[in-house]
Structure formats: structure tokens, C-alpha cells
């Protein structure tokens, strides 16, 4: 089935240095998501992308739809500790049955204080 | 905090038991999902209901049994489990099963088969 390419698997940073990740697809995409997940808890929804080329904040996070609608990145500026965790995309394929998700393998982030 | 309840948190069974995961929203979402996680690996899909009614199950074994009692509320029941079957079960919801509407998911139920 459709998958998601997310990288990279792991990335072991700094404190306050600034965090790049990214995902591309084979396939058109219409919805393109960004999750946090830390132990023991369920993904918390960091960032909802809709439009082609469309640039969204929050906080110390920006994420952007691509212009081919086939990828999207998450950039995370002057990282925490508390940004440790396992980061994914996921997103709604033009071909797919309604909000059906497609995730990315998943990026894990470890932060040196 | 999370919007979406899942209990319990964690669950011992034995190959021979019958337990029941429950999952809540008050966000008024119409659609409601059951996804399986083992550690370190992205959510799948199990099931998917829209406006109470199944709409999605993804050739899982029939010992998962899910239940939509109402548009707050999704079960999932279990019964004669395998080792394999340990991991942790999320539940999420959306405003209405569409490409435009986020899910959300709650914290999970950690699940062990003994």
C-alpha cells in the first residue's frame, strides 16, 4: 500500500539548536499533518496543513505543504528538551476512502540538554 | 490534556478472556477510529466508524469486535487474544470522515497478552 517516506529515522541535537524533518510521497496529497508522541501517551496534533504551498506556525514549529502536494516539512527552531519524542506525518492521499490517514515511519528526536 | 478518554490505561489478560477497551469524546466528532501501535512504529488502522455506522475495517481478525454505541462513545472488544496482539490501542475522532478534518487521538490503552 501507499507510504509515507519520512527523515530522518533519528536525530540526536543540541539544546537550542534548530530541528529539520521532512516527508515525500509517490502520490498527490490534500492533507498533509504533523503529530507529536511522547512515551506512554497518544500522537497530539501539532500542525494541520490543507493548501498547496501553505507556510503554518506554532509557536517554535513551522510546517509547509510542498507546491507538488507530494511532500511536507517540520522545522522546529532552538529545540528543548521537552521536544523529545517521536514525530509524524501523515496525510490523506487524493486516491484515498475519505480522512483515511497514511503516516511516515516516524522520526525520534533526542535532545542533549 | 487530551479530549479523548480511552480506558483503561493499561490491560493484563490471558489468551482465554473477554475484556472490553472504551473509548469517549464530547467534542461532538461524528467519526471514530481504532488504531493498533507497537512501539516506536506509526499507528494502523483497525477500524473507522462515520455517523455511528462502520465504515471502514481493515481485514482485522474477528477476536476484535468493535462497538459504536452512540456518536460519544466507541468499544472495542476483545476476546481470545494471541501474544501478537500486545500493544498499545489508540483511539481518535474527527469532525466527519473527511480529507479536511483532523484526527485526534487519545492516550491509548496499553495493552499485554500473557
Known amino acids: 500500500g501507499q507510504q509515507l517516506n519520512q527523515s530522518p529515522q533519528s536525530m540526536f541535537i543540541q539544546e537550542g539548536e534548530d530541528v529539520s524533518m521532512n516527508c515525500t510521497s509517490s502520490?498527490?496529497?490534500?492533507?498533509w499533518l504533523w503529530y507529536k508522541q511522547d512515551p506512554g501517551e497518544g500522537p497530539v496534533l501539532l500542525i494541520a496543513?490543507?493548501?498547496?504551498?501553505e507556510l503554518t506556525s506554532n509557536g517554535r514549529l513551522t510546517a509547509q505543504f510542498g507546491i507538488t502536494r507530494k511532500d511536507s516539512f517540520l522545522n522546529i527552531s532552538a529545540s528543548i528538551p521537552s521536544d523529545v519524542g517521536i514525530y509524524f506525518c501523515?496525510?490523506?492521499?487524493?486516491?484515498?476512502?475519505?480522512?483515511?490517514?497514511?503516516f511516515g515511519q516516524g522520526t525520534e528526536l533526542s535532545v542533549k540538554p | 490534556d487530551t479530549e479523548v478518554t480511552q480506558t483503561p490505561k493499561h490491560l493484563v489478560m490471558g489468551m482465554t478472556n473477554k475484556k472490553s477497551l472504551k473509548c469517549e469524546q464530547h467534542?461532538?466528532?461524528?467519526?471514530m477510529y481504532w488504531y493498533k501501535q507497537k512501539a516506536k512504529k506509526p499507528p494502523e488502522l483497525m477500524f473507522v466508524?462515520?455517523?455511528?455506522?462502520?465504515?471502514i475495517n481493515e481485514s482485522v481478525p474477528s477476536r476484535f469486535s468493535p462497538e459504536c454505541p452512540n456518536s460519544s462513545l466507541l468499544n472495542l472488544h476483545l476476546h481470545a487474544l494471541q501474544p501478537e496482539d500486545s500493544a498499545l490501542y489508540l483511539c481518535?475522532?474527527?469532525?466527519?470522515?473527511?480529507?479536511?478534518?483532523?484526527?485526534?487521538f487519545g492516550d491509548g490503552t496499553r495493552l499485554s497478552i500473557l
Open positions: 466508524y462515520s455517523y455511528e455506522k462502520l465504515s
Open positions: 467534542m461532538g466528532h461524528r467519526a
Open positions: 502520490s498527490i496529497f490534500n492533507t
Open positions: 501523515a496525510g490523506t492521499a487524493l486516491y484515498n476512502q475519505g480522512g483515511k490517514l497514511i
Open positions: 481518535a475522532s474527527s469532525q466527519a470522515f473527511r480529507i479536511n478534518q483532523p484526527q485526534h
Open positions: 496543513l490543507y493548501k498547496a504551498g
